[in-house]
């Protein structure tokens, strides 16, 4: 995904595109970054199956848009959606802030009946615009 940015970006003149909030609790800028084409970097990542969407209220203004690139990208195994391979298995949502978690993990327990959501696959956790915890989940954990 690095690389693939870099390729992107680089020597170009880009134009960025900020949401409600402009800066994570990290201090990082959080923005959609656009080429002189007019094409959206985050959307290009999303399509090539280098990135997965990240619901983080309340920068969401592009979030349907993003999400169909990474439906489409997961539908053409682009990327990491290539060679997905998992067993069947029990995942809580919380739709409230759209991360999943193992079944049996502290996290998933916290999730209030209201907000819970059973997925039978990672997959199709992600199909529905969910991300991983990073509590239970962590990156590596992701496409296997």
Do not use: I
């Not at 280098?50 to 990208?73: D, V």
């Not at 998992?86 to 193992?102: D, I, L, S, V």
């Amino acid at each position: 995904a690095r690389a693939f940015n870099a390729r992107l970006v680089e020597g170009q003149v880009v134009r960025l595109e900020f949401d409600a909030e402009r800066q994570d609790g990290y201090g990082r800028t959080l923005a959609y970054v656009y080429l002189p084409d007019g094409s959206m970097v985050n959307e290009r990542l999303l399509l090539a199956g280098l990135a997965y969407c990240f619901y983080k209220t309340p920068n969401t203004r592009h979030e349907q848009r993003l999400l169909a690139a990474q439906r489409r990208a997961m539908r053409e195994g682009q990327g990491m959606w290539r060679s997905w391979n998992e067993k069947e298995a029990r995942y809580t949502g919380n739709a409230a802030t759209r991360r999943f978690h193992r079944q049996g993990c502290s996290e998933a327990r916290r999730v209030s009946a209201r907000n819970r959501v059973t997925f039978t696959s990672r997959w199709a956790a992600f199909l529905a615009g969910y991300s991983p915890s990073r509590e239970c989940l962590p990156l590596g954990h992701v496409a296997r």
